[in-house]
């Protein structure tokens, strides 16, 4: 790799984290705020979630249904394409299994899910990627309801991919069949986004 | 690969560095790059700049960078760097926070800090562009010094009368200030936003809790959800 003159770099950042830190990101303690557009308020009493196949509806839940799945408490290291990491981030939330079995799903009807938003985002995400406890919808961070900034009143977490994947506001989840490219992979940015290998932009491998 | 052209002070803590590009296959205005620095042990950093330079496919592109005194690689660009340097850079990224010469609509810039330089590139592209559809930029800058680009912005108004500029200054303004002197705020956005019915395309970048009480005031002001891009930058101050 071409040497930087004179570069040091920091480095003390990621002491003793270095194998938690993907290529290329660097560790904040801050809560970092990216957002394509306006920050969404949508009110708990208008508020649902839907699950859908191919735009029809399998299940839908009010705010007061949603609380009461069963809940589940994560903590994790999280990874935005911007290059912040933040370790050890406490959520709670529904896990897609959940949702799935809430439903009267026994298993997921296609291989792939889009996510969509309130303000009109949406992320495309392999159903493999969303069982076995690897996502949820989160409706809390840090024991507190998450802030409308960080996708409050729910969000989905898909920790183990860039955090762009962790749609804020969402609303639906609809199952599809191919792995249609969401908002930010339709410009630029990679389909899958696996920060362990560096896939940040649509011709990464 | 991109090769340190040139420097240019802007303000005391902001600096642009003109870099000599190869295989660059042009940028749209408001795009940004990827910049890695490898230190001698392998160690590397990663960080994202906007492009500065107007769209398009020139040789040079330019990255204004504001110097963060406790940040790992703003200070490195800022002061490390010297003429013919070499370092890794990567794009134009991001499809999204663009703006392209045939866009038919009103424009709005609203810049908080250097958050302008993005908003920069838009304007010089349209400055080099026959775009003439009306345009603004509200500008909010810390102190008169602090101003990014003033004497450029300064020419592009003096030129160009289809688009207009306000600079508001946070921090105190010297005698005969003739702009505002104080936060963006409802009214100020009121006077100063094109009106909602001409649905104007708008696009506000700066520090995070800048842009949401910019986009929040938009939205109140009747603007449209969809015509509103945003960029934020910086700390939350939400540690923990």
């Known amino acids: 790799?071409?040497?930087?003159?004179?570069?040091?770099?920091?480095?003390?950042?990621?002491?003793?984290?270095?194998?938690?830190?993907?290529?290329?990101?660097?560790?904040?303690?801050?809560?970092?705020?990216?957002?394509?557009?306006?920050?969404?308020?949508?009110?708990?009493?208008?508020?649902?979630?839907?699950?859908?196949?191919?735009?029809?509806?399998?299940?839908?839940?009010?705010?007061?249904?949603?609380?009461?799945?069963?809940?589940?408490?994560?903590?994790?290291?999280?990874?935005?394409?911007?290059?912040?990491?933040?370790?050890?981030?406490?959520?709670?939330?529904?896990?897609?299994?959940?949702?799935?079995?809430?439903?009267?799903?026994?298993?997921?009807?296609?291989?792939?899910?889009?996510?969509?938003?309130?303000?009109?985002?949406?992320?495309?995400?392999?159903v493999a990627d969303l069982v076995d406890g690897k996502a949820m919808i989160a409706t809390h961070f840090d024991n507190m309801p998450i802030p409308t900034t960080h996708g409050g009143p729910a969000r989905l977490l898909v920790p183990h991919l860039y955090f762009w994947k962790s749609a804020k506001w969402v609303r639906r989840l609809d199952f599809m069949e191919a792995n249609t490219p969401g908002f930010w992979e339709s410009m630029g940015y990679h389909i899958y986004g696996d920060p362990w290998r560096e896939q940040r932009y649509t011709n990464d491998a | 690969m991109a090769t340190v052209a040139a420097f240019r002070d802007e303000t005391p803590s902001v600096k642009t560095i003109a870099f000599a590009v190869s295989q660059w296959a042009g940028h749209l205005a408001g795009q940004h790059v990827d910049i890695r620095l490898t230190g001698e042990d392998g160690y590397q950093a990663e960080r994202s700049y906007s492009i500065a330079s107007p769209g398009g496919t020139a040789a040079l592109?330019?990255?204004?960078?504001?110097?963060?005194?406790?940040?790992?690689?703003?200070?490195?660009?800022?002061?490390?760097?010297?003429?013919?340097?070499t370092i890794e850079l990567r794009g134009p990224i991001g499809g999204y926070f663009t703006w392209r010469p045939e866009n038919p609509s009103p424009l709005l810039l609203v810049a908080g800090g250097s958050g302008v330089v993005p908003l920069m590139s838009i304007l010089r592209t349209r400055n080099k562009s026959a775009n003439r559809v009306p345009g603004r930029l509200l500008c909010s800058s810390r102190r008169f010094e602090d101003i990014v680009y003033r004497e450029e912005l300064d020419r592009f108004a003096a030129s160009d009368n289809s688009f207009s500029i306000v600079h508001t200054l946070t921090r105190g303004a010297p005698t005969a200030w003739r702009g505002e002197t104080r936060r963006v705020d409802t009214q100020m956005l009121a006077k100063y936003a094109l009106p909602a019915a001409q649905k104007p395309r708008i696009f506000v970048c700066g520090p995070t809790l800048f842009v949401e009480t910019v986009a929040d005031q938009l939205l109140a002001l009747g603007h449209q959800e969809t015509g509103i891009k945003t960029e934020r930058f910086g700390p939350t101050g939400e540690k923990r």
């Open chain 1, 1 to 126: 790799m071409p040497i930087t003159r004179g570069f040091k770099g920091r480095q003390t950042e990621t002491v003793g984290a270095r194998d938690r830190v993907p290529p290329g990101q660097y560790v904040t303690r801050d809560f970092p705020v990216l957002t394509a557009g306006p920050t969404q308020r949508t009110p708990l009493e208008s508020w649902s979630l839907s699950l859908q196949r191919g735009g029809e509806l399998i299940s839908r839940w009010s705010w007061k249904e949603f609380e009461a799945l069963p809940q589940t408490e994560h903590t994790t290291d999280i990874h935005c394409v911007t290059k912040w990491t933040k370790l050890d981030t406490r959520w709670r939330g529904v896990t897609f299994d959940d949702i799935m079995k809430a439903a009267g799903l026994s298993s997921a009807p296609n291989m792939y899910v889009m996510a969509h938003c309130d303000g009109g985002y949406t992320t495309n995400l392999p």
């Open chain 2, 61 to 85: 592109i330019e990255l204004t960078v504001e110097r963060i005194s406790d940040g790992e690689v703003s200070p490195f660009l800022t002061d490390g760097l010297a003429l013919g340097d």
